[in-house]
Nanobody, 133 residues
Framework: QMQLVESGGGRVQPGGSLRLSCAAS????????IAWFRQAPGKEREGVSC????????VYTDSVRGRFTTSRDNAKNTVYLQMNSLKPEDTAVYSC??????????????????????????WGKGTPVTVSS
């Protein structure tokens, strides 16, 4: 079965850190760009980060740049999202998605993926992150 599975979510105090993992099974991530998205209650899904298939390009939404880092280990078929200096407004369900045709270099990649302009091949079910004291 081809799927993406996220893990690593949880509850953390403001200023804390979490590392999310996105593991693929049934297929290789080698040729897929991976994007992380989040959706807070009552809000639209937004793109958080995007990493190209071999990791040469990484981009972040403004609200997380400098605090979040995405990386990938193709040997482990896994992509990571390291989240530091977490804020209450980071609370959301975080999902990863894989797309062979997702161009991370497109400055509008997030909006175009959420709208369906860029079709993603696989989506994970998400892992919840709660930042609260």
């Amino acid at each position: 079965q081809m799927q993406l599975v996220e893990s690593g979510g949880g509850r953390v105090q403001p200023g804390g850190s979490l590392r999310l993992s996105c593991a693929a099974s049934g297929f290789s991530l080698d040729y897929y760009a991976i994007a992380w998205f989040r959706q807070a209650p009552g809000k639209e899904r937004e793109g958080v980060s995007c990493i190209s298939s071999w990791g040469g390009t990484t981009v972040y939404t403004d609200s997380v740049r400098g605090r979040f880092t995405t990386s990938r280990d193709n040997a482990k078929n896994t992509v990571y999202l390291q989240m530091n200096s977490l804020k209450p407004e980071d609370t959301a369900v975080y999902s990863c998605a894989a797309g062979q045709k997702l161009p991370c270099y497109d400055t509008n990649w997030s909006v175009r993926t959420v709208s369906g302009y860029y079709e993603m091949d696989y989506w994970g079910k998400g892992t919840p992150v709660t930042v609260s004291s």
